[in-house]
């Protein structure tokens, strides 16, 4: 076989390996090529979908929709942050002991297991979890609360709570807002750890030009309990 057939034969093996690990193995290039980005979790605002440390996948999006987990630049830095989307534009949005309240109606919430990692500082920086009470020890059991929410359009998703009791009015601070009216081409975001997120309860509704991608794909994670 002369050499330049064996070349020949090795690029028409090798070029459609290239390209499909390209397009479907999420290299830098095919997601540059996509519009997407690659983005490490440095808090745990997003616990328990997303945990320090995690490196996630994002794709562009034109037409975010309630329940997504959205990449957006934050209003007052400019910096990029994740959150989900809760409420949409027209609606009034309030939280109310603890639960979600959209347009007056409440979001369903059910009760599952305590959700358990070890009490081992991750994020960056590095930071203890935060806990129930009893804080355990280092390295220790922290226990939070695990609610099932179903929003209005029937999505739902884990949340965790710390702090107060769920339902009860007055028992947690981040637990009550005032109610927000969501403009026109805006969306109002909340991380999904309720008690340990800066979200659109303290910097109001996000307009859609900021948000930027839709988180797609974990693409690494550390399990709860790992160190």
């Known amino acids: 076989m002369s050499r330049r057939l064996r070349w020949t034969l090795i690029l ?3 070029l459609p390996v290239v ?3 390209n397009l479907f193995g999420f290299s830098p290039l ?4 996509f519009g997407g980005g690659y983005h490490s979790i440095s ?3 997003m616990k328990p979908a997303l945990m320090p440390g995690d490196m996630i996948l994002s794709l ?3 037409d975010p929709a309630r329940g997504d987990v959205v990449v957006f630049r934050h209003p007052q830095n400019r910096a990029d942050y ?3 989307i809760v409420g949409l534009a027209g609606e009034q949005v309030q939280m109310t002991g603890g639960v979600l309240h959209i347009g007056g109606v409440a979001a369903g919430m059910a009760p599952v297991e305590d959700f358990v990692e070890s009490q081992v500082p991750r994020g960056t920086p590095p930071r203890p979890p935060r806990c129930r009470r009893p804080m355990p ?3 220790g059991d922290c226990l939070k609360e695990q609610w099932v929410e179903t929003l209005p359009d029937g999505q739902s998703h884990r949340i965790l709570n710390v702090v107060g009791t769920i339902g009860v009015v007055g028992s947690g601070r981040s637990d009550e807002t005032p109610v927000f ?3 026109d081409d805006h969306v109002f975001v909340m991380g999904d750890h309720r008690d340990n997120a800066i979200d659109s309860r303290a910097y109001g509704p996000v307009a859609m030009a900021d948000v930027k991608h839709r988180v797609w794909r974990v693409l690494t994670s550390w399990a709860p309990g790992s160190s």
Do not use: F, T
């Open 12 to 14: 028409a093996v090798a």
């Open 181 to 183: 009216s969501i403009p």
């Open 60 to 62: 562009p999006v034109r």
């Open 43 to 45: 808090a745990g605002s």
């Open 137 to 139: 020890k280092p390295g």
């Open 30 to 33: 095919s997601v540059r090529l």
């Open 19 to 21: 390209l499909v690990w």
């Open 82 to 84: 994740v959150a989900r």
